[in-house]
């Protein structure tokens, strides 16, 4: 599952709030922003439909898991005095509509890479309720950098997977740290050990909890404060990253 990207190591120079090309009529119903139309990989049509019966499907799924909440992560889940940037590993990724559907009562712009994989993750992202800003590294860097940036300043919370979408695995990419710094937002860095799970043979390992098991969500707050310390360095991100997450 090649979802989320991370974002450029190199801010766009438009200034927050500045101009952000969308896909039309779709960015208005929820759909993509960021890359051009001309760039960017979308699901329509029959395929798209088929994407309500999956989401009910794992809705239900995710309702029979036994979340856990460490205090940390109960304390970040609900902060809710302006916008942040969440951020969670890619084989983390199944976490998402259990989370944010619990808890975050801000709409939430997640970062998907712009090719035929993240096409799927796009139009999924829609039918619950988010939206997704395509580009990656590789594609539509730099007007995906700025919708991010952007979707912050309009009050929108964003979700990024800093080894997205190719790894490697767990490697921070420094991307979310620009974004951050460039927006003042805070970073969520969650994560969560899953007691029982199955893992695809994905480049990440990709983890699927087995229904009725135990899911324990852990979390760590970097401050806008912290984000300017010369020692906040992706490496450290990666650390901190980590230990929120044991495999």
């Not at 994407?51 to 909440?69: G, H």
């Not at 916008?83 to 983390?92: D, G, T």
């Not at 969520?188 to 983890?207: I, P």
């Not at 087995?210 to 324990?216: E, L, Y």
Request: glycine share 10%; aromatic share 8%; proline share 8%.
């Amino acid at each position: 599952m090649t979802a989320q990207s991370s974002p450029p190591e190199e801010p766009p120079s438009p200034a927050v709030g500045g101009p952000v090309r969308e896909n039309g009529a779709a960015a208005d119903a929820g759909g993509p922003v960021g890359a051009a139309a001309e760039e960017v990989n979308e699901i329509r049509g029959w395929r798209r439909q088929l994407l309500w019966p999956v989401s009910l499907l794992l809705r239900i799924w995710s309702a029979t898991l036994r979340w856990e909440y460490t205090e940390g992560a109960r304390l970040i889940l609900n902060k809710h005095d302006g916008p942040v940037i969440f951020v969670m590993w890619h084989n983390r990724l199944v976490l998402v509509d259990g989370l944010f559907r619990r808890f975050r009562l801000r709409p939430i712009s997640a970062l998907v890479s712009a090719s035929r994989d993240g096409a799927w993750a796009a139009a999924y992202f829609s039918v619950i309720g988010m939206r997704a800003v395509r580009g990656s590294s590789s594609r539509g860097a730099r007007t995906a950098a700025s919708a991010l940036v952007t979707a912050l300043a309009a009050g929108r919370d964003i979700g990024i997977t800093p080894d997205g979408p190719r790894g490697p695995v767990y490697a921070f990419k420094p991307g979310a740290l620009v974004v951050a710094r460039r927006a003042q937002a805070p970073l969520l860095l969650l994560g969560g050990r899953m007691v029982s799970a199955w893992r695809l043979r994905s480049w990440d390992g990709f983890y699927v909890p087995k229904p009725f098991s135990r899911v324990i969500v852990m979390g760590d707050l970097v401050t806008v404060g912290e984000l300017h310390d010369p020692g906040m360095t992706p490496q450290r991100l990666q650390e901190r990253l980590k230990a929120v997450n044991p495999d």
